[in-house]
């Protein structure tokens, strides 16, 4: 063993910081649903920077030193506080804020969201179904993103007021009507939240027939 270690010191070196890099600086999340939709659309492969908010000790939720502060409209991939898997999401509220949604319009401190750009798509599902759908331009507090309804689909259309606490944080998928965010799963602390995704790194489509989406490599997160 001794041997051995000395003859691959390079090799398990590389490894070490290889693997504290993925843990404590950056790491890449797949995107196996389409909650984030037409954000993110499923066989995305994101960017995510775990420095964006917090330091953390590598394989755990325990904050070294804060990084910076979770901006509304920020995708953030999260750990559930349902269940502990890991989520990504649209940050849409934070500590202090009202939240509200009736029918399907977003409210934040009394201020209404506005949709622009409405055109008709399809959602495809299991199977090969599909479903009606609704892409718009979302606006609200400076911030714009493209969100998605399901018409056709039994959802959660109105929610709240809700005001987020200290330290709490209010998710919403982009695909408003597939989506298990904070409707749910309720508010995120933010010893749970593991990083900002920024950029696409890789695509393919998965649904399909798994060849490259090479348009949406190195494409940047709105």
Same mark, same amino acid.
């Given at each position: 063993?001794?041997?051995?270690?000395?003859?691959?010191?390079?090799?398990?070196?590389?490894?070490?910081?290889?693997?504290?890099?993925?843990?404590?600086?950056?790491?890449?999340?797949?995107?196996?649903?389409?909650?984030?939709?037409?954000?993110?659309?499923?066989?995305?492969?994101?960017?995510?920077?775990?420095?964006?908010?917090?330091?953390?000790?590598?394989?755990?939720?325990?904050?070294?030193?804060?990084?910076?502060?979770?901006?509304?409209?920020?995708?953030?991939?999260?750990?559930?506080?349902?269940?502990?898997?890991?989520?990504?999401? +649209?940050? #849409?509220?934070?500590?202090? *804020? &009202?939240?509200? !949604? =009736?029918?399907?319009?977003?409210?934040?401190?009394?201020?209404?969201?506005?949709?622009?750009?409405?055109?008709?798509?399809?959602?495809?599902?299991?199977?090969?179904?599909?479903?009606?759908?609704?892409?718009?331009?979302?606006?609200?507090?400076?911030?714009? +993103?493209? #969100?998605?309804?399901?018409? *056709? &689909?039994?959802? !959660? =259309?109105?929610?709240?007021?809700?005001?987020?606490?200290?330290?709490?944080?209010?998710?919403?998928?982009?695909?408003?009507?597939?989506?298990?965010?904070?409707?749910?799963?309720?508010?995120?602390?933010?010893?749970?939240?593991?990083?900002?995704?920024?950029?696409?790194? #890789?695509?393919?489509?998965?649904?399909?027939?798994? !060849?490259?989406?090479?348009?949406?490599?190195?494409?940047?997160?709105?």
């Amino acid at each position: 063993m001794h041997s051995f270690l000395k003859d691959n010191r390079g090799f398990i070196a590389f490894l070490v910081c290889f693997g504290f890099f993925r843990l404590a600086i950056a790491d890449w999340n797949p995107i196996p649903s389409g909650s984030m939709r037409p954000t993110l659309v499923e066989g995305d492969v994101v960017l995510v920077n775990r420095l964006a908010y917090d330091f953390k000790l590598p394989l755990s939720d325990v904050s070294v030193l804060e990084m910076g502060t979770p901006q509304r409209g920020d995708v953030i991939t999260f750990t559930s506080p349902k269940d502990g898997t890991r989520l990504i999401k +649209r940050l #849409v509220a934070v500590p202090g *804020d &009202v939240v509200e !949604l =009736r029918d399907e319009v977003l409210t934040i401190n009394g201020e209404r969201a506005a949709y622009d750009g409405v055109r008709a798509t399809t959602e495809p599902l299991e199977h090969g179904a599909s479903t009606a759908a609704l892409q718009a331009t979302e606006r609200i507090g400076g911030n714009t +993103r493209k #969100v998605q309804f399901l018409p *056709d &689909v039994p959802a !959660l =259309r109105n929610f709240g007021p809700v005001t987020v606490p200290k330290d709490h944080f209010f998710f919403l998928g982009d695909n408003r009507d597939n989506s298990a965010d904070s409707r749910f799963i309720g508010l995120v602390p933010r010893h749970l939240l593991i990083g900002r995704a920024h950029h696409i790194v #890789v695509s393919a489509n998965i649904l399909g027939d798994w !060849l490259p989406r090479l348009e949406r490599t190195a494409q940047r997160i709105q």
